[in-house]
T-cell receptor
C-alpha cells in the first residue's frame, strides 16, 4: 500500500488553465504539506495543514489554493496557470507538525507539471 | 538567512567502497537536520533525523553526524551497493520551524 499517494503523476496543460493535484495519506498522520521542487532541485515548502487547519503558508501566489477536506487529504488547486508554475510538486505528511516531536516526513512520488 | 550547501553535487564510486556525503549550513541555531534520498521519478524517502541535541544517528549501513558549532553534517554510507545510487538531500529545520533544503548530491555506485 502506498503511504502517500498523489495524482496525477504527470500534468501537461496550457497557460491560463485551472488544474488540481490530489494527495492522500493512509498513515494516520495529522500534518500534510505541499512542496515545490524547482529546476535547480531545491525544495520549497508552500503550505502545511495540521488536522485540516492551515499552519504554514509561505509566500505563494494566491492562484494556489490548498484544500483539506479531512486530515488524510490535502489537494492543491492552481488557477490561471503560468509558465513559471512548471515544476515538480510533492505532497508529504508527518505525524506531528514542525516542532511537535515526530516530524519525520513521508513523501508522495511527485507530480510533474508542465505548462505550455 | 539559513543556507544549506551540499558538496559535491555528484559523486561516482565503485561498489563496496565506504563514502561520505557532506552538508553544511550557515546558521547553527537549528532544531534538527534530516537526510533523505530521492530516486528518479519517485518521492523522497527519509533516512535519518538528528535532533539538535544529538551528535549522530545510525540506521543499518548509514550513519549521520551533526556538528552544530561548525555547521556541518555528514552522511556515511558503508559498503556501498548499486542500490544506493540516488540523490541524497539534507534539510535543516531552523528555530522558526522552516525546513531549508540543500540541492542534493547525486550518487552513482558502479557495479
Amino acid at each position: 500500500d502506498t503511504a502517500v499517494s498523489q495524482t496525477p503523476k504527470y500534468l501537461v496543460t496550457q497557460m491560463g488553465n485551472d488544474k488540481s493535484i490530489k494527495c492522500e495519506q493512509n498513515l494516520g498522520h495529522d500534518t500534510m504539506y505541499w512542496y515545490k521542487q524547482d529546476s535547480k532541485k531545491f525544495l520549497k515548502i508552500m503550505f502545511s495543514y495540521n488536522n485540516k487547519e492551515l499552519i504554514i503558508n509561505e509566500t505563494v501566489p494566491n492562484r494556489f489554493s490548498p484544500k483539506s477536506p479531512d486530515k488524510a487529504h490535502l489537494n492543491l488547486h492552481i488557477n490561471s496557470l503560468e509558465l513559471g508554475d512548471s515544476a515538480v510538486y510533492f505532497c508529504a505528511s508527518s505525524q506531528d507538525p514542525p516542532g511537535g516531536g515526530n516530524e519525520k516526513l513521508f513523501f508522495g512520488s511527485g507530480t510533474q507539471l508542465s505548462v505550455l | 538567512k539559513q543556507e544549506v550547501t551540499q558538496i559535491p553535487a555528484a559523486l561516482s564510486v565503485p561498489e563496496g567502497e565506504n563514502l561520505v556525503l557532506n552538508c553544511s549550513f550557515t546558521d547553527s541555531a537549528i532544531y534538527n537536520l534530516q537526510w533523505f534520498r530521492q530516486d528518479p521519478g519517485k518521492g523522497l524517502t527519509s533516512l535519518l533525523l538528528i535532533q539538535s541535541s544529538q551528535r549522530e544517528q545510525t540506521s543499518g549501513r548509514l550513519n549521520a553526524s551533526l556538528d552544530k558549532s561548525s555547521g556541518r553534517s555528514t552522511l556515511y554510507i558503508a559498503a556501498s551497493q548499486p542500490g544506493d545510487s540516488a540523490t541524497y538531500l539534507c534539510a535543516v529545520r531552523g528555530s522558526n520551524y522552516q525546513l531549508i533544503w540543500g540541492a542534493g548530491t547525486k550518487l552513482i555506485i558502479k557495479p
